[in-house]
């Protein structure tokens, strides 16, 4: 009886990554499925080939007229901000290089410049109710009443324009601040405008069928013929053995019901079978084949029949 063949690893491993394959490509074209909605649609089309035959495809975004439009305008608008930031960059230059200076005189100066403009009238308007007051009350220039009564009105100008410098020096700075800085601001938002929006892309479909286990079904089909084989083996030997000095009578002339269910290593073929008036079926090869084959392990008995020395078939 002879082994049967292990299987060969690469050829088994070829076959198990063909049907991987084959899984993974039927698994893509399941969940490559169109999906249409009221905003744009994805769709799904093959390409071409890989080098190695496999199919490969696109996904392809569009969006629906309204939706398309909108993106249109937004990327305009975002070109056309950006070239206008552009164009008023050149301006940068200009402003960071004139002179900025905060000290207590350009800021006094720069106050009273601001701060005159509105309490100057308000103190023209104040002296001139005084002098009104003081010429209907018979207060005459020159008199000790009409001195006094300017020397209080110069005083409270003084005291009007200190505050104005104590109270309104972080208002003045502030504003210098707001007129250098806001056209930078502005600038440099219409430089942010027209940021590039990344793609949005689509995640591929995955495959999710279990391949057929090829592999394992070949290894167990092996073991299982392997099985068998050891089975068969040892019940052949076990005949044998079991007769005296390993000899026991073969001859097919008394056997019935034979059935060849193999060969052994040397090509002498294994049968099942029942001799002649015996209901039991047993394992074992036929004196007249092995004689063709090994005429030293067969010898004749008294009777004229057959016996084999099962200890030297398949050895």
Do not use: C, H
Request: hydrophobic share 30%; net charge neutral.
């Amino acid at each position: 009886m002879k082994a049967p063949k292990a299987p060969d690893p690469v050829k088994t491993a070829e076959a198990q990554g063909q049907i991987n394959k084959d899984t993974a490509i039927a698994q893509y074209g399941l969940n490559a499925t169109n999906q249409y909605t009221p905003y744009g649609n994805l769709t799904y089309s093959q390409i071409g080939n890989w080098s190695d035959g496999t199919p490969r495809y696109a996904a392809t975004q569009t969006l629906s007229g309204n939706q398309q439009r909108l993106l249109n305008n937004e990327e305009q608008l975002g070109i056309n901000l950006t070239g206008l930031g552009v164009q008023q960059s050149a301006r940068l230059g200009q402003l960071l290089s004139s002179p900025f200076n905060l000290s207590n005189e350009a800021t006094e100066s720069r106050l009273m410049e601001l701060g005159r403009k509105r309490l100057d009238p308000a103190l023209d308007r104040r002296r001139a109710s005084t002098e009104q007051d003081l010429y209907n009350r018979g207060v005459r220039m020159g008199s000790d009443a009409y001195n006094t009564a300017q020397t209080s009105l110069n005083e409270g100008e003084n005291d009007a324009y200190n505050q104005l410098l104590l109270t309104g020096r972080q208002q003045a700075v502030n504003e210098a601040l707001t007129q250098r800085t806001q056209p930078i601001n502005e600038i440099l938002a219409l430089a942010g405008a027209g940021q590039v929006t990344q793609p949005n892309f689509v995640n591929t479909p995955g495959a999710q069928i279990s391949p057929a286990d090829y592999q394992g079904a070949v290894n167990q089909q092996y073991q299982s013929q392997l099985a068998n084989y050891q089975a068969g083996m040892s019940g052949l030997f076990g005949l044998g053995s079991a007769a005296i000095g390993g000899w026991a009578m073969s001859d097919e002339r008394l056997k019935t019901d034979k059935e060849k269910v193999g060969e052994t290593d040397d090509g002498i073929g294994v049968y099942k079978y029942r001799f002649k008036g015996s209901p039991m079926m047993q394992l074992g090869v036929m004196a007249q084949d092995v004689k063709k084959k090994m005429p030293e392990a067969v010898a004749r008995t008294p009777s004229g029949y057959y016996a084999v020395n099962y200890d030297r078939v398949g050895v």
